[in-house]
């Protein structure tokens, strides 16, 4: 079956432009992450959607990051007045379910969006 | 806080070299142990798993073994393949947690 999917593949940005990275988890998964790799680095959570349940935002590192999801589906993470600093591989990943117990679920990984903010 | 350590790379090996990558851990409790591995162009795939103490997690020819008494999961291949380059990431995840906790990642070469 289809596996997650983001776009663009690649953003080029001017510096205190507004942004939108998408991404179509795979069909049927109910939880949906999304992660910032910078160059050279691992990877760094920002958000997590589960179902209908209020998303975990603790990881965007600033106001400007903001992140939606329509249901069980499509997510868009939106990054305002877009930094330098905000150039990296922006990730997302989705998984079939996550428990409060033994943690057995895989994340399954688009392909990423490279930003590069001039 | 939890934390995972991996040697830096990149490691450079010649074909049919036995390959050992490490990945040492932080973490209350018992976590879950993750390899993932990024081919060039391609996204993060998961390499192999272990969820519980002395579990070994195999795939392609890769294992690692849940070390609680080392806190280790190094990853290891007998003979590598130039097929094999790609950069490697080691990843926990607690129990009462689903976010991923990444190490910094080792990038391997493989020459023919």
């Known amino acids: 079956g289809a596996g997650v999917s983001q776009s663009p593949s690649n953003k080029v940005t001017e510096k205190g432009k507004d942004v939108e990275l998408r991404c179509d988890p795979i069909?049927?998964?109910?939880?949906l992450y999304w992660y910032r790799q910078r160059l050279g680095q691992g990877l760094e959570f920002l958000i997590y959607?589960?179902?209908?349940?209020?998303?975990?935002k603790s990881g965007l590192p600033s106001d400007r990051f903001s992140a939606e999801r329509t249901g069980e589906s499509v997510s868009t993470l939106t990054i305002q007045r877009t930094q330098q600093e905000d150039s990296a591989v922006y990730l997302c990943?989705?998984?079939?379910?996550?428990?409060?117990?033994?943690?057995?679920?895989?994340?399954?990984f688009g392909p990423g969006t490279r930003l590069t903010v001039l | 806080g939890n934390s995972v350590t991996q040697m830096e790379g990149p490691v450079t090996l010649s074909e049919e070299a036995f390959l050992t990558i490490n990945c040492t851990y932080t973490a209350t409790g018992y976590p879950s142990l993750f390899w993932y591995v990024q081919y060039p162009g391609e996204g993060l795939q998961l390499l192999l798993k272990a969820t519980k103490a002395d579990d070994k997690g195999s795939n392609k020819g890769f294992e690692a073994t849940y070390r609680k008494e080392t806190t280790s999961f190094h990853l290891e291949k007998g003979s590598v393949q130039v097929s094999d380059s790609a950069v490697y990431f080691c990843?926990?995840?607690?129990?009462?947690?689903?976010?991923?906790?990444w190490g910094a990642g080792t990038k391997l070469i493989i020459k023919p």
């Open positions: 990843a926990l995840r607690s129990r009462s947690n689903y976010q991923l906790i």
């Open positions: 959607f589960q179902g209908n349940s209020a998303p975990d």
């Open positions: 069909s049927g998964h109910t939880a």
């Open positions: 990943a989705s998984s079939s379910r996550t428990s409060g117990g033994a943690s057995t679920d895989t994340q399954y």
